[in-house]
């Protein structure tokens, strides 16, 4: 049973056009959503995150943002650029105890130049 | 500052054998955390420890276990190796348990024959 679903497995875009990355989850318990960045032959970078109580988080290209009612979660990466092209993961985890990262099958982007 | 170590990078067994796969945390950080990554998967939790102690575990079976070292290292060992235990074994150190800044290492690929 997968509690974050990215239904999407792959996008491309064209380079400085702007990446939606989708995800969507089942639990209502999750605290923090989370999207990591991989790399071929690295392990998850951490990316941006927004916690349960904001709908936006902004950092420099990317913005996250979460709609609750609908358990909803969208990364926009704005301008697109080649080296983003990699997997994206979008996670969430609860607080204290339940702090273990749920993570989806991951998104491969593909930036054209 | 060194990132998350884990060793060996590759290796290959073959059913019925019993793997250790190591890291070593960021210096400073307390928790380590087991992933499974499954290919066209997302990583899965498998374990996390704090202070030598375990303070979750995921849907595994009990082939799997782990402990944490004094120094804050960690050990992952799977028994009876099946074929379905192929994956990238990631690790993922924090510094205190219930918070979310994990770091990844890189990830052993195991690859069971």
């Known amino acids: 049973d997968q509690q974050v679903k990215q239904n999407s497995p792959s996008l491309s875009v064209q380079e400085g056009r702007i990446s939606i990355l989708n995800c969507d989850y089942t639990?209502?318990?999750?605290?923090?959503f989370l999207w990591y960045k991989k790399y071929p032959a690295e392990g998850p970078t951490f990316l941006i995150s927004?916690?349960?109580?904001?709908d936006k988080n902004e950092d420099g290209r990317f913005t996250v943002f979460l709609n609750k009612s609908a358990k909803h979660l969208s990364l926009h990466i704005v301008p697109s650029q080649p080296g983003d092209s990699a997997v994206y993961f979008c996670?969430?985890?609860?607080?204290?105890?339940?702090?273990?990262?749920?993570f989806g099958k991951g998104i491969t982007l593909s930036v054209r130049p | 500052d060194a990132g998350v170590t884990q060793s060996p990078t590759h290796l290959i067994k073959t059913r019925g054998q019993h793997v250790t796969l190591r890291c070593s945390p960021i210096?400073?950080?307390?928790?380590v955390s087991w992933y499974q990554q499954v290919l066209g998967q997302g990583p899965q939790f498998i374990f996390q420890y704090y202070e030598k102690e375990e303070r979750g575990r995921g849907n595994f079976p009990d082939r799997f276990s782990a402990r944490q070292f004094p120094n804050y290292s960690s050990e992952l060992n799977v028994n009876a190796l099946l074929l379905g235990d192929s994956a990238l074994y990631l690790c993922?150190?924090?510094?205190?348990?219930?918070?979310?800044?994990?770091?990844f290492g890189s990830g052993t690929r195991l690859t069971v024959v």
């Open positions: 639990n209502s318990m999750f605290d923090y």
């Open positions: 993922a150190s924090s510094r205190e348990t219930g918070i979310w800044g994990y770091t």
């Open positions: 210096s400073g950080h307390k928790s």
């Open positions: 996670a969430a985890s609860g607080l204290g105890a339940n702090s273990k990262l749920t």
């Open positions: 927004i916690s349960s109580i904001k």
